[in-house]
């Protein structure tokens, strides 16, 4: 009987795929890894699967808060749906069971990524160009007082021979108030 240093692998048994565009949608190495225990969970034939957060953090070494909080942010991104289950307990009480994850196709999560890129992208063209004209504007002159840059002027003085054209207030002036009320 001879030994084999490294036995034979199966392409069927024991591995599963993890598409190649994953790497390219932007994702956080835990989402990657939340991700990739999703494929490895997966029935090939419906593409679902029901691993609870605390099955999930064991395997790839997180805590079920942790692991919720990037669930929902793969299912913002688009890459898995999820949907509540209810299970009946013995007594016949209906209790919450864990979600139905559907993974959904990559060549949609990729078209939903490009739309994303594309429209933040038009978002930062825009206020680029806004920022331009606000420049154009402040630079044509002090037109508009709330732009223009403070200049501090020296305040006339009597010297100058300016007048303040305000006289005193008159006694009678004063005691309007009193009569008023």
Same mark, same amino acid.
């Given at each position: 009987?001879?030994?084999?240093?490294?036995?034979?692998?199966?392409?069927?048994?024991?591995?599963?795929?993890?598409?190649?565009?994953?790497?390219?949608?932007?994702?956080?190495?835990?989402?990657?890894?939340?991700?990739?225990?999703?494929?490895?969970?997966?029935?090939?034939?419906?593409? =679902?699967?029901? $691993?609870?957060?605390?099955?999930?953090?064991?395997?790839?070494?997180?805590?079920?808060?942790?692991?919720?909080?990037?669930?929902?942010?793969?299912?913002?991104?688009?890459?898995?749906?999820?949907?509540?289950?209810?299970?009946?307990?013995?007594?016949?009480?209906?209790?919450?069971?864990?979600?139905?994850?559907?993974?959904?196709?990559?060549?949609?999560?990729?078209?939903?990524?490009?739309?994303? =890129?594309?429209?933040?992208?038009?978002?930062?063209?825009?206020?680029?160009?806004?920022?331009?004209?606000? %420049?154009?504007?402040?630079?044509?002159?002090? =037109?508009?007082?709330?732009?223009? $840059?403070?200049?501090?002027?020296?305040?006339?003085?009597?010297?100058?021979?300016?007048?303040?054209?305000?006289?005193?207030?008159?006694?009678?002036?004063?005691?309007?108030?009193? %009569?008023?009320?």
């Amino acid at each position: 009987m001879s030994f084999n240093k490294w036995p034979k692998r199966s392409a069927e048994k024991n591995y599963f795929m993890v598409p190649n565009e994953i790497f390219s949608v932007g994702l956080d190495f835990r989402e990657i890894s939340i991700y990739s225990y999703l494929l490895r969970c997966e029935n090939r034939k419906t593409y =679902q699967c029901y $691993p609870s957060y605390k099955t999930i953090g064991h395997a790839i070494g997180m805590s079920e808060n942790t692991v919720a909080k990037y669930v929902r942010q793969l299912e913002e991104k688009g890459l898995i749906y999820t949907e509540p289950t209810m299970v009946r307990s013995k007594d016949g009480r209906p209790l919450n069971g864990n979600l139905l994850y559907t993974i959904r196709p990559i060549s949609g999560v990729l078209e939903a990524f490009y739309e994303r =890129q594309f429209r933040q992208a038009e978002e930062a063209a825009a206020r680029y160009r806004v920022a331009e004209l606000l %420049k154009k504007s402040n630079a044509q002159g002090r =037109q508009n007082a709330l732009c223009a $840059p403070f200049r501090e002027e020296e305040s006339p003085s009597p010297n100058q021979g300016v007048e303040t054209g305000c006289e005193p207030f008159s006694e009678g002036f004063e005691r309007t108030k009193e %009569k008023a009320g």
